[in-house]
């Protein structure tokens, strides 16, 4: 049997993807991708096995993602609207700032351990965000938890820079002890954490004048 010509393969690839065209082949790379690094972690990802999933060509992704890294940025977007989500869902009615900066610890504690693709996309994947202005947009609604922040430290900005990384760091902390198993395993462990993440951030917050020590 002779060797397809290049127009044999393309055609062949034209009718392997024809369900994913209009648009819809990038995001079908995307959730390819989510479902590797849920299987594989982020460095068990590649776009070759992403288009294995999809059923396209090695070259198809390259059309709409110029590399890894690339693919990987768009599975981050996807991921930090989730988180925003999340966070609005857990904290954004609530009347207190307290109560919302405890809804947003609760909120990456549960991101990290109903979205762990996603978490880990976002946090360890190591992506160049000066290279994506949209993964820098997708950030804003997340970082908006800094004007409550503020309003707790009465616009200090010192004050709030201080509390703000304690609190993140102490919500990280909790997902990572989540992630590594030490509230146990299902859905109890997962608001375990969450709660000891809220307490944790209503202990900060209660002591936060000692974040700067003598003043």
């Given at each position: 049997?002779?060797?397809?010509?290049?127009d044999?393969?393309?055609?062949?690839?034209?009718?392997?993807?024809?369900?994913?065209?209009?648009?819809?082949?990038?995001?079908?790379?995307?959730?390819?991708?989510i479902?590797?690094?849920?299987?594989?972690?982020?460095?068990?990802?590649?776009v070759?096995?992403?288009?294995?999933?999809?059923?396209?060509?090695?070259?198809?992704?390259?059309?709409?993602?110029?590399?890894?890294?690339?693919?990987?940025?768009?599975?981050?977007?996807?991921?930090?609207?989730?988180?925003?989500?999340?966070?609005?869902?857990?904290?954004?009615?609530?009347p207190?700032?307290?109560?919302?900066?405890?809804?947003?610890?609760?909120?990456y504690?549960?991101?990290?351990?109903?979205?762990?693709?996603?978490?880990?996309?976002?946090?360890?994947?190591?992506?160049?965000?000066?290279?994506?202005?949209?993964?820098?947009?997708?950030?804003e609604?997340?970082?908006?938890?800094?004007a409550?922040?503020?309003?707790?430290?009465?616009?200090?900005?010192?004050?709030?820079?201080?509390?703000?990384?304690a609190?993140?760091?102490?919500?990280?902390?909790?997902?990572?002890?989540?992630?590594?198993?030490?509230?146990?395993?299902?859905?109890?462990?997962?608001?375990?954490?969450?709660?000891?993440?809220?307490?944790a951030?209503?202990?900060?917050?209660?002591?936060?004048?000692?974040?700067?020590?003598?003043?």
């Open positions: 049997m002779s060797a397809a010509s290049p044999d393969r393309r055609d062949h690839e034209r009718q392997h993807e024809g369900r994913y065209h209009h648009g819809d082949l990038p995001a079908a790379l995307v959730d390819a991708a479902e590797v690094i849920a299987q594989r972690g982020v460095r068990g990802f590649s070759a096995e992403a288009s294995r999933r999809v059923g396209v060509s090695a070259a198809a992704p390259y059309r709409h993602f110029s590399d890894r890294e690339d693919l990987l940025a768009a599975v981050a977007i996807r991921g930090l609207r989730a988180f925003a989500a999340m966070v609005a869902a857990e904290a954004g009615d609530a207190v700032a307290e109560q919302r900066l405890c809804g947003m610890a609760r909120a504690v549960r991101f990290a351990g109903e979205q762990r693709a996603l978490f880990d996309t976002i946090f360890s994947a190591g992506i160049d965000k000066s290279r994506y202005p949209e993964l820098e947009r997708a950030w609604p997340i970082d908006a938890f800094l409550v922040v503020r309003e707790l430290c009465d616009g200090d900005g010192e004050a709030a820079g201080a509390l703000a990384e609190i993140e760091a102490t919500a990280h902390g909790h997902a990572m002890l989540l992630i590594d198993g030490q509230y146990g395993g299902g859905p109890g462990a997962l608001a375990i954490a969450a709660d000891r993440a809220a307490a951030v209503r202990a900060i917050i209660a002591g936060r004048g000692a974040l700067l020590g003598p003043r």
